[in-house]
């Protein structure tokens, strides 16, 4: 059995590698990520108050400024010409570009909301209503 700082030394060896390969999908090099822990939890049964990093780290400071810009386009996006199909089609795009995984046949309607966006994960016909 693992004593508690095994388990911890773990949890951020398991954490990195889980931001390290969020940033090659997003294709991010190695580098950026060097210094960064990703905030997420590893799994449901890890308790979050024992992994600590540092919000402040360029990569996670681009990664809230990124998801914040792609959100407010995806939050504010609506033509004139559009019709629900369209709309709808385009909005997935976007959500495509915001999301971890994003499934087929799922939506978010607006308005939505991420920190980050990359550690979200949307599963086959998943539909969310506003607020």
């Known amino acids: 059995m693992r004593n508690g700082k095994q388990k911890q030394e773990h949890s951020i060896n398991r954490a990195g590698e889980d931001i ?3 940033a090659l999908v997003r294709g991010l090099r190695e580098d950026d990520l060097r210094d960064a822990v990703s905030p997420r939890v590893p799994s449901p049964s890890t308790p979050i108050n024992h992994l600590r990093y540092n919000p402040f780290v360029p990569e996670l400071d681009n990664g809230r400024h990124r998801a914040r810009r792609l959100v407010k386009k995806f939050n504010d996006y609506f033509l004139d010409d559009s ?20 499934r ?4 978010i309607d607006p308005p939505f909301r991420a920190d980050y966006g990359c550690n979200i994960s949307m599963g086959a016909d998943v539909y969310a209503n506003f607020k």
Not at 83 to 102: H, N
């Open 104 to 107: 087929e046949r799922s939506f």
């Open 20 to 22: 390290q390969e969020r």
């Open 83 to 102: 019709t629900p199909e369209s709309l709808q089609a385009d909005r997935v795009v976007m959500l495509m570009e915001i999301v971890g995984k994003f």
